[in-house]
């Protein structure tokens, strides 16, 4: 026998045997990311996924908050009540006020807030002026912006600014077709907003100011404002922002300190920014651990307010922190989205103007906490102590939850599988579909007019008939 035949099977019997022994090719990476993108897609494209992407992103970033307020104002709450619970059990008492706010936002209807709007905006230029008002408002952090009543604190200025979204949607998204003309773009919301924004000013309180401003701003933008109207408002506000920032001692030092923080006194102007570095970088990738922050222990003041996401950072690490964006970026993502996906052009300008609102408030505080902005006092909205921004914000919540169930497809879905268990306890009402002013009229029966003769109102084949009975006669007549 050869050595051929001996050593090696024919080459039939090894293709076979090669064929026998293949095993079949696993799952790739870009197999798993198609299945991924095809499932998220797919969640994506639910009716009510809107609604569930607010509720989780609310739910989670007061959560947070929470818990965050709690570790950040233990030390100077036991300094200053004896309790380390203190400053927690006010931020708890004013998220069940929230709770209630939320379901309260949720539950109205679209044109009842509508209708409600106005009154909304007069009882808050009336709050603002009786704040300024000493006796009846009270001083905090060189602000005259809080009315006290026992050991809860307002400020009146959370409300102007939902209340002026709310009305200046009304008026824009009435005036449509005439925002080309810049008289009837700006009137009446442009001297609206200078009279509120004025108030606030005075108080002095900077900070809510320029979040009036972005409201203000993004109403203007959503309703279609001409872009060279736009700019021009844009440099007149940046012009008067940097005169009020330069009109007092304070402010100024502030400016000074961001634009030369090596130059600056670091036990002075530049304490805050500088001890809020610090903690950011204590906490490296995944933080210290919950309540094991130093800076907390009198070296970061407003640690549990202003400086909140400090401590987030130092706590948390990286990992926390960047969780915390990627939320508000969610935020971003599913207002914009309702807004898109709504047909109410009021509702489309309010969801818009106060996702915008929240999200620069956002991107301001995280701003100068990290170093790229000068320090303003903005709170992070959910997550910051404070109760009445807390309240405004859960609201704002609210009212965007509602904005979601009265998409279009929402609407469909919730009429023709009925509402969950949920829904029916917390008594929210079905959603009614929007319907345009022209069509509401075309819908509505009109009476015939006095002065029309009777027979104009008869039916054309009754009219026809009567023609073809009187020609008989007519012809016997002849």
């Given at each position: 026998?050869?050595?051929?035949?001996?050593?090696?099977?024919?080459?039939?019997?090894?293709?076979?045997?090669?064929?026998?022994?293949?095993?079949?090719?696993?799952?790739?990476?870009?197999?798993?990311?198609?299945?991924?993108?095809?499932?998220?897609?797919?969640?994506?494209?639910?009716?009510?996924?809107?609604?569930?992407?607010?509720?989780?992103?609310?739910?989670?970033?007061?959560?947070?908050?929470?818990?965050?307020?709690?570790?950040?104002?233990?030390?100077?709450?036991?300094?200053?009540?004896?309790?380390?619970?203190?400053?927690?059990?006010?931020?708890?008492?004013?998220?069940?006020?929230?709770?209630?706010?939320?379901?309260i936002g949720m539950r109205i209807p679209p044109k009842v807030l509508r209708a409600l709007a106005p009154a909304a905006l007069i009882l808050s230029v009336i709050l603002l002026v009786l704040v300024l008002i000493p006796g009846l408002g009270h001083v905090r952090g060189g602000a005259r912006s809080w009315f006290v009543v026992g050991p809860i604190s307002i400020q009146p200025a959370e409300l102007a600014k939902v209340a002026m979204a709310l009305w200046g949607a009304h008026v824009l998204a009435a005036r449509q077709r005439m925002?080309?003309?810049?008289?009837?773009?700006?009137?009446?919301?442009?001297?609206?907003?200078?009279?509120?924004?004025?108030?606030?000013?005075?108080?002095?309180?900077?900070?809510t100011a320029l979040s009036l401003?972005?409201?203000?701003?993004?109403?203007?933008?959503?309703?279609?404002?001409?872009?060279?109207?736009?700019?021009?408002?844009?440099?007149?506000?940046?012009?008067?922002?940097?005169?009020?920032?330069?009109?007092?001692?304070?402010?100024?030092?502030?400016?000074?300190?961001?634009?030369?923080?090596?130059?600056?006194?670091?036990?002075?102007?530049?304490?805050?920014?500088?001890?809020?570095?610090?903690?950011?970088?204590?906490?490296?990738?995944?933080?210290v651990g919950i309540g094991q922050g130093r800076a907390k222990w009198s070296y970061l003041p407003n640690a549990h307010n202003d400086f909140i996401y400090a401590i987030i950072g130092e706590e948390l690490g990286m990992v926390g922190a960047v969780a915390v964006l990627v939320l508000f970026?969610?935020?971003?993502?599913?207002?914009?989205?309702?807004?898109?996906?709504?047909?109410?052009?009021?509702?489309?300008?309010?969801?818009?103007?106060?996702?915008?609102?929240?999200?620069?408030?956002a991107t301001i505080n995280i701003g100068y906490v990290v170093g790229l902005l000068?320090?303003?006092?903005?709170?992070?909205?959910?997550?910051?102590?404070?109760?009445?921004?807390?309240?405004?914000?859960?609201?704002?919540?609210?009212?965007?939850?509602?904005?979601?169930r009265h998409e279009p497809e929402a609407i469909a879905a919730l009429r023709a599988h009925g509402q969950g268990r949920v829904a029916r306890l917390l008594g929210l009402r079905m959603p009614e579909p929007y319907r345009s002013p022209i069509a509401r009229s075309a819908a509505r029966p009109t009476a015939p007019s006095p002065r029309t003769p009777p027979q104009s109102r008869t039916a054309p084949s009754q009219r026809a008939s009567g023609a073809r009975a009187q020609v008989p006669g007519q012809r016997g007549h002849r």
């Open positions: 026998m050869s050595a051929e035949g001996r050593g090696s099977a024919p080459a039939g019997a090894r293709g076979t045997t090669a064929t026998r022994t293949r095993k079949p090719a696993g799952p790739t990476a870009a197999g798993h990311a198609a299945k991924v993108r095809a499932a998220v897609t797919a969640w994506l494209a639910r009716p009510l996924t809107s609604l569930h992407i607010v509720l989780g992103v609310f739910g989670l970033l007061t959560l947070v908050g929470l818990v965050m307020v709690l570790s950040a104002s233990s030390v100077e709450s036991f300094e200053a009540d004896g309790s380390s619970y203190s400053v927690f059990a006010r931020q708890l008492l004013f998220c069940l006020a929230g709770l209630v706010v939320f379901w925002l080309g003309n810049w008289r009837q773009a700006l009137s009446p919301v442009l001297p609206v907003a200078l009279v509120l924004f004025t108030l606030i000013v005075i108080e002095p309180d900077l900070g401003a972005i409201v203000v701003a993004a109403l203007l933008f959503f309703a279609g404002v001409r872009m060279r109207l736009l700019a021009a408002l844009g440099i007149g506000g940046a012009v008067g922002a940097v005169m009020l920032g330069l009109s007092a001692g304070y402010r100024q030092s502030r400016i000074t300190s961001f634009l030369s923080p090596d130059a600056s006194d670091p036990l002075g102007s530049a304490y805050q920014a500088k001890q809020a570095l610090y903690s950011l970088a204590d906490g490296g990738l995944f933080g970026g969610m935020l971003v993502y599913v207002g914009l989205r309702i807004a898109a996906r709504n047909t109410d052009p009021w509702l489309k300008l309010v969801v818009s103007s106060l996702t915008v609102w929240m999200a620069g408030q000068p320090v303003t006092g903005i709170p992070l909205p959910l997550v910051s102590s404070g109760g009445s921004a807390l309240v405004s914000a859960m609201f704002v919540g609210g009212l965007l939850a509602n904005a979601a």
